[in-house]
C-alpha cells in the first residue's frame, strides 16, 4: 500500500486543499528575497537523504565541478578533507552552492545557485540560516529521530516538484519510505511514531472526587507526610474560596483549574515546617504542569515511574493518531490519506480497492495495475479466512492467536509465490469451521494455479 500511494498518490495543499503543483526558481527566489535585507544563508543542494554509503565517487565528482563544500551529517567539511564514511549508516550530504547575504539585488544570483541546486539534488534546493541554530533537543544529535543529521540550523525546503505557493508547504520527495511510521522519514515528529503520547490525566489526579481535599482527593499530595501540600491549598483557599475540609465535586470550576493547572495572577503562601516559617508572593505552576515538567526533567527512574501513575495515553495532537508526518498525510488517493484507508475493515477496504480503478486516470491505472492486484489478492484471501472484521490499522499486540495464524497464513499463501513448498503445522489452529473450509479452498485454488 505504500508502495502504490508513492507511485499514484497526488499531494495536496493542506493549507488550500487543493493540488500542490511544482514551483517555479522565480517563486524560490521571491521567497528568499521575503526573508529580509540582512539574512545570511546557505544555499544547499541535498544530494543524499538518510542513504546508506561511502559516496567517494560522487564527492570526488563533485569536486571535479568546481564545488569546494560540503556538509555532512551535520558539518561542514572541504571536499578534500571530507572524512571517509562507513557504508554501514545512513548519511546526509548537502553541496554548498552558494553563500549570501540577502538584498534587493541578488536575484540574478540566487536564480543561478537555485537552479544549480535543483540540477544537483533531482529537484530540491534548501536555503539554512546561518545565524539561526536550533535547540539542541530539536537535532538528531540531540535525540530527535525524525531530523536529518544536517538539520542544525532553520531551515527552508524548496521544490520543483511539490510545493504550496500559498503556505510554502513542501514535500521534499514521495516515496514508500515516507509512509512508513517505522522510518526517520515518514514517522510523525511530535510522536515519534507511536501515534499517542503519555499524557497527565486529570481522572487519575483525582480518582475520588467525592473525598476532602484534607482526606486525600488529589491522589499524588495523598500519600505526603510534608505540611507543604497542605500549606499550599490552603493558601489557595483563601484566593478561590474553599477549605480543606471541601469536597472536590464542591470546589467552583475556577479552584478547580487553579490546582490543576496553575494560576496566571500571584498567589500569597505561608509555609512553615516547624524549624522556619517563611512568606512568598508567586503563581502557582498547577498539579499537572508541575508533574509533566518532573516527568521531563528528572533523571530518576522510580520518581519517572512514580508519575506515570498518573498518565494515560492520547491521541497524538499532530497527526491524530495515524503516526505519519503532515507530508505523508497529504498524500491521497481518491480523496483518502493512507491513514483513512488502514483504518478501514477488510471487507471495506476490499471494497474500496475493488471500485478504485473507476477513479484514477489512465496513467495512474497503467502504473498501480499489478500493486492493485497483489493488494486485491491479500485482502480477499483475509476476507475468505474470517478476518473481515479487522481493522487494516490493528495493533499486532491486540490479536489473539487464531488471528495471528491466519495474518501469517494470508502473508504466505496470499503472496502468489511459485516453486514454493508450504508445510502447514496445524493451520487450523484458531479457526472457526466454517473458516477451515475457506481456508481449504484458498489453499487449493493457490495450489493448483501454482502446478505448471
Keep these: 500500500m505504500r508502495l502504490l500511494f508513492a507511485r499514484v498518490g497526488v499531494p495536496y495543499s493542506p493549507a488550500t486543499g487543493l493540488p500542490i503543483e511544482s514551483q517555479t526558481v522565480s517563486q524560490m527566489v521571491d521567497r528568499v528575497v521575503d526573508f529580509g535585507e540582512g539574512t545570511r544563508l546557505y544555499i544547499l543542494a541535498p544530494i543524499v537523504r538518510g542513504r546508506k554509503g561511502e559516496y567517494k565517487k560522487e564527492l570526488a565528482e563533485l569536486m571535479k565541478k568546481g564545488f569546494q563544500r560540503v556538509k555532512i551529517d551535520g558539518q561542514f567539511y572541504e571536499i578534500a578533507e571530507a572524512p571517509a564514511l562507513d557504508k554501514k549508516y545512513k548519511h546526509d550530504i548537502d553541496v554548498v552552492v552558494d553563500r549570501v547575504v540577502v538584498r534587493p539585488d541578488l536575484t540574478a544570483r540566487l536564480a543561478d545557485s537555485l537552479e544549480t541546486c535543483l540540477t544537483l539534488a533531482d529537484g530540491l534546493a534548501i536555503a539554512e540560516f546561518a545565524d ?35 503556505s510554502g508547504f513542501t514535500i521534499s520527495e514521495i516515496e514508500p519510505r515516507l509512509f512508513s511510521f517505522n522510518n526517520p522519514f ?14 497527565i490525566d486529570e481522572a487519575l489526579i483525582i480518582p475520588e472526587p467525592d473525598r476532602t481535599l484534607k482526606n486525600g482527593a488529589i491522589a499524588p499530595w495523598a500519600k505526603s507526610s510534608s505540611p507543604y501540600y497542605n500549606q499550599t491549598l490552603e493558601a489557595l483557599g483563601k484566593a478561590f474560596g474553599f477549605k480543606l475540609s471541601s469536597k472536590w465535586t464542591d470546589l467552583s470550576d475556577e479552584a478547580r483549574h487553579a ?93 474500496w480497492f475493488e471500485v478504485l480503478p473507476s477513479h484514477m486516470n489512465a496513467k495512474q491505472n497503467e502504473i498501480a495495475v499489478r500493486i492493485l492486484k497483489e493488494i486485491r489478492e491479500r485482502l480477499r484471501f483475509l476476507n475468505d479466512v474470517g478476518l473481515e472484521y479487522l481493522s487494516l490499522s490493528r495493533n499486532s499486540g491486540t490479536l489473539s492467536g487464531g488471528e495471528s495464524q491466519r495474518i ?12 514454493v513448498l508450504y508445510v502447514l503445522d496445524e493451520p487450523s489452529i484458531g479457526l472457526h469451521q466454517r473458516d477451515n473450509a475457506a481456508a481449504r479452498i484458498r489453499c487449493a485454488t493457490c495450489a493448483t494455479s501454482a502446478t505448471p
Design 408 to 419: 501469517r497464513l494470508a502473508s504466505q499463501i496470499g503472496s502468489g509465490l511459485t516453486g
Design 186 to 199: 515518514g514517522a510523525c515528529p511530535t510522536c515519534d511514531g507511536l501515534g499517542s503520547q503519555q499524557k
Design 259 to 351: 490546582i490543576l493547572q496553575g494560576t496566571e495572577e500571584k498567589i500569597s503562601f505561608h509555609y512553615e515546617d516547624g524549624a522556619r516559617s517563611y512568606n512568598t508572593t508567586k503563581n502557582f505552576e498547577g498539579i499537572v504542569p508541575n508533574l509533566e515538567r518532573r516527568w521531563k526533567e528528572t533523571d530518576s527512574a522510580w520518581a519517572r515511574e512514580e508519575i506515570e501513575r498518573y498518565m494515560s495515553a492520547a491521541p497524538c495532537p499532530a497527526c491524530t493518531g495515524f503516526r505519519l508526518k503532515p507530508e505523508a498525510l497529504a498524500v491521497k488517493i481518491n480523496k483518502l490519506h493512507i491513514g483513512e484507508v488502514t483504518q478501514m475493515s477488510i471487507r471495506v477496504a476490499r471494497d
Design 132 to 166: 539561526k541554530p536550533l535547540p539542541p533537543e530539536e537535532t538528531a544529535a540531540g535525540g530527535s529521530a525524525n531530523k536529518s543529521l544536517n538539520e542544525t540550523h532553520e531551515r527552508v525546503l524548496f521544490s520543483e516538484k511539490f510545493a504550496c505557493p500559498v
